[in-house]
């Protein structure tokens, strides 16, 4: 299975794509993942993202294009894979449609999550994340039973650069620009999966299925 997931900012993607790799045995590809490691790593890459990122922008089509293409490269790609992040651009999809020719491979479905914005504030900005799993929490609607640490595994959790007001207002401007029109290009090819990302994780999972599999 070859999925990618759309969705502005706090629409869930990362939740999703957890519970797809669980039942679908297939990695996730977070480019958003993939940039922060490089932040915290201190290297050329990361500190080249880490303006765009703090400002809300995308880095450069070239560089996420390169670190896609060498992702996807990767053995444990080849009987499928779930991008997180990725397209985000026309430029982007393109490449990325370029890179799946070369390969004589297809993408099954690109699962669009709607959310209402006042929504997607509220998750962004109560959002916290394990420095050491990566499990997310919300401040109001999950919250960890000891506060500032991770019920799974005990490790310290964070709140994100990006995911302060003013850099969400921006986010979300840049999602409309320059990823939005990514509906219509997956709509034209006839991928669009549209789903309702509002409900809790559990009923979107379900959703998401039932649109993937109509069948089973
Ligand atoms: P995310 O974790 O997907 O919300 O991504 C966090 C930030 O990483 C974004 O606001 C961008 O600055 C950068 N980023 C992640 N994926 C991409 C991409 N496909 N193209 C450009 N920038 C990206």
């Known amino acids: 299975m070859r999925?990618?997931?759309?969705?502005?900012?706090?629409?869930?993607?990362?939740?999703?794509?957890?519970?797809?790799?669980?039942?679908?045995?297939?990695?996730?590809?977070?480019?958003?993942?993939?940039?922060r490691q490089a932040v915290q790593d201190g290297t050329p890459l990361g500190m080249q993202?880490?303006?765009?990122?703090d400002r809300g922008e995308l880095v450069p089509d070239s560089v996420i294009i390169d670190i896609v293409a060498a992702r996807l490269a990767a053995e444990d790609c080849r009987d499928?894979?779930?991008?997180?992040?990725?397209?985000?651009?026309?430029?982007?999809?393109?490449?990325?449609?370029a890179m799946l020719q070369r390969r004589q491979l297809a993408l099954d479905a690109t699962v669009d999550l709607h959310v209402p914005r006042a929504e997607l504030i509220e998750r962004l900005s109560g959002r916290r994340t394990c420095r050491q799993c990566g499990h997310m929490f919300h401040l109001r609607f999950d919250p960890p039973s000891k506060q500032n640490v991770c019920d799974e595994c005990?490790?310290?959790?964070?709140?994100?650069?990006?995911?302060?007001?003013?850099?969400?207002a921006a986010r979300m401007e840049v999602y409309e620009r320059q990823t939005a029109p990514l509906r219509e290009y997956f709509r034209d090819k006839g991928l669009l999966r549209e789903v309702d990302g509002s409900r809790d994780s559990g009923e979107v999972f379900a959703q998401i299925l039932h649109r993937l599999l109509p069948a089973g």
């Open 49 to 53: 993202a880490k303006q765009c990122m």
């Open 154 to 168: 005990g490790g310290v959790l964070y709140q994100r650069d990006d995911d302060c007001e003013e850099t969400i």
């Open 80 to 97: 499928g894979f779930l991008l997180d992040g990725f397209p985000r651009t026309v430029a982007q999809a393109e490449a990325f449609d």
């Open 3 to 35: 999925i990618v997931l759309l969705g502005p900012p706090g629409a869930g993607k990362g939740t999703q794509a957890k519970l797809l790799e669980e039942r679908f045995g297939i990695p996730q590809i977070s480019t958003g993942d993939i940039l």
